[in-house]
């Protein structure tokens, strides 16, 4: 795809499928998304995207059985909640941030729709919903 005129801004809510860790917030140009066959998951949710000024599309597969990805329509949705805390160092100009939770524990995805599902309780920009706790 060379021409991103005319793709739809959204906002993708999701977590690695690699390292697990906090649900990240990123807005795009949406190309195509659905679920498709990946490794031994039948039906893995995947996104196609333009980054904001990138020039190649990407794709994301959310491949497990705790996946965590959903799309809503447009951009300047509340941000995922931040999953680091900053820590104090005995080293002068150093800074150091720890995770708040281990990086493939259940509490990020928790974390994340306690904050977000008051507000998608309240919006109708929901293209796409493949979390696993709501499947």
Not at 17 to 29: A, Q, R, T
Not at 87 to 108: K, N
Request: aromatic share 14%.
């Amino acid at each position: 795809m060379k021409n991103k005129k005319g793709l739809r801004k959204v906002t993708l809510y999701w977590q690695s499928p690699d390292w697990g860790g906090p649900v990240n917030k990123l807005e795009v140009k949406l190309v195509e998304h659905g679920t498709e066959c990946y490794a031994q998951y039948d039906s893995a949710p995947y996104v196609v995207f333009f980054k904001k000024r990138a020039r190649k599309a990407r794709k994301l597969v959310v491949f497990g059985h705790d996946h965590y990805l959903f799309i809503l329509d447009g951009w300047g949705h509340p941000d995922a909640p931040n999953g680091y805390e900053w820590v104090e160092s005995s080293t002068p100009g150093v800074t150091v941030y720890r995770s708040r939770h281990l990086m493939v524990s259940g509490p990020w995805c928790q974390e994340a729709d306690a904050v977000l599902d008051p507000y998608l309780d309240h919006t109708r920009s929901v293209l796409a919903d493949y979390r696993a706790s709501r499947n």
